[in-house]
Structure formats: structure tokens, C-alpha cells
């Protein structure tokens, strides 16, 4: 059995990656989670971190949170190793791991976005470690259905034109009869945050948020909405 480390940004894709590799019988040996203090990074989802340390108290691994605030300065489609980069948050952390746990592989859960892939793979690469990637270049529409139909996901950020403010904290099957381009939001347009999966031993649910808008965008017309969290509880399934 091949034992994994799972990257997680608390959204659907790379927790729903990590119920795919469970069901085929991949051994989950710790979750990583890289808390970046940059609102737009290329990397990491900001949104919804407050969910990140209740994972702690509803799955039976280690979690370990890494607070970075180093930013993306090589942007190339192919990337290399470049000093001080976020993507080398991923390699120090992954390369401190390997001394206290056994795995083969790491999982993340990249649909479209090859810049993602691709920087998981370098790190991987010079780790001697194999990238799980599921859903790479999967149907999205095929994807959306399966989340939907087997885990319970909040959206927590909105970021188009039509996809209103309303929707943030609302399910998300409330997006399944809109238009939609990219129905796992691989455009941007959504985040997400997991309340229950499969393979959680408890569930969380939001008692209490606030949504906010971009503060980039305090004088412009607004488009960017964000949710807060302000009280998660632990409830039994």
C-alpha cells in the first residue's frame, strides 16, 4: 500500500483528490497546509483558513500548517527551482517531513491549472516523491457532480460577474442550475471550504462569518467577495 502526504487548501479538489486515493486504498499519512499571508497568491487559497486547524479534531493524522509570507517570483509555465520562491515553501517543509514519516507520494488536487502541476512536480522531482494528480484534466461538469453528491462544501470566496456576493456561505450545489464556466472554478471564479467528507470522523459546521469585499477593490465596482469565519463548531455524523 503506498502511503501519501496530502496538500490541502480546505477546498473541494484536494480533499475530494484525497477521498479518490482512499477508495483505492492509498494510506493518508499526514495533510499539509500552506497558510500564505498573500490574498492573491498563485499557489495558495487564503480564503477559509480558519477552517484549517479543525481539521485537527475531525481526521485521525497529523496536520501541519506552514505560515509563509513569500510570494511567487517565478512565474514561467515551466518551473524551476528558483530561491525564495512560495513554491519552495513546499519543498522545505516536504523535505523536513521525510525525516519523521514514510511516503511515496504526494497528492494535490490540480484540475486545469498546469502552473499548479507543474510546481508540485519539481518539488516531488528532487524529492524522489510521485505527484497524485486524480482529477488532472478531468470533466469538470463530471467532477462538480461527484463533489456535490458525496461531501458537504460552503463557497467562501466569489470572484465574477455572475456569481454574486449572495452565494458566499451557501452550499455548493446552489451553483448547479447557473451558468457557469468552469463548474469547479478553475477559472477563479469560487473557493471553497469542506464541512464533511467521507472519510472525516466528525463534521464542522460555520456558526458565524462576515463577507467582505477585496480591499483592492474599495473604490471600483465590486466583484470580489470573501468570507470571513468567525466561529466553527465540531459536531458528531
Known amino acids: 500500500m503506498?502511503?501519501?502526504v496530502g496538500l490541502i487548501s480546505?477546498?473541494?479538489d484536494s480533499f475530494y483528490t484525497i477521498e479518490l486515493l482512499k477508495q483505492k486504498e492509498y494510506n493518508l499519512v499526514a495533510l499539509v497546509y500552506i497558510k500564505s499571508t498573500d490574498i492573491d497568491s498563485y499557489m495558495y487559497q487564503t480564503v477559509g483558513h480558519e477552517m484549517i486547524?479543525?481539521?485537527r479534531q475531525v481526521l485521525d493524522v497529523p496536520i501541519y500548517i506552514i505560515e509563509t509570507n513569500r510570494k511567487a517570483i517565478n512565474t514561467d509555465k515551466e518551473y524551476v527551482h528558483t530561491l525564495n520562491d512560495e513554491v519552495e515553501v513546499i519543498y522545505d517543509h516536504l523535505y523536513e517531513l521525510q525525516k519523521k514519516a514514510v511516503f511515496e507520494c504526494v497528492s494535490v488536487g490540480a484540475?486545469?491549472?498546469?502552473?499548479?502541476?507543474?510546481?508540485i512536480k519539481s518539488v516531488c522531482d528532487r524529492l524522489n516523491l510521485s505527484v497524485l494528480t486524480p482529477l488532472f484534466n478531468l470533466d469538470q461538469r463530471v467532477?462538480?457532480?461527484?463533489?456535490?453528491?458525496?461531501?458537504?462544501?460552503?463557497?467562501?470566496?466569489v470572484a465574477c460577474t455572475n456569481l454574486g456576493k449572495e452565494i458566499v456561505g451557501k452550499n455548493l450545489n446552489v451553483i448547479?442550475?447557473?451558468?457557469?464556466?468552469?463548474?469547479?472554478?478553475?477559472?477563479?471564479?469560487?473557493?471553497?471550504?469542506?464541512?464533511?467528507?467521507?472519510?472525516?470522523?466528525?463534521?464542522?459546521?460555520?456558526?458565524?462569518?462576515?463577507v467582505l469585499h477585496h480591499p483592492e477593490e474599495e473604490d471600483k465596482e465590486r466583484t470580489v467577495f470573501f468570507m470571513k469565519i468567525n466561529e466553527i463548531e465540531v459536531l458528531e455524523k
Open 111 to 119: 484540475i486545469k491549472s498546469y502552473y499548479q502541476y507543474n510546481r
Open 2 to 4: 503506498k502511503r501519501f
Open 53 to 55: 486547524p479543525f481539521y
Open 143 to 157: 467532477i462538480y457532480d461527484a463533489i456535490i453528491e458525496c461531501m458537504d462544501v460552503v463557497i467562501v470566496k
Open 10 to 12: 480546505g477546498g473541494k
Open 176 to 210: 448547479s442550475g447557473m451558468r457557469v464556466d468552469n463548474w469547479c472554478g478553475e477559472g477563479g471564479e469560487y473557493e471553497t471550504a469542506v464541512l464533511d467528507a467521507p472519510f472525516f470522523k466528525k463534521k464542522l459546521r460555520i456558526k458565524n462569518y462576515e
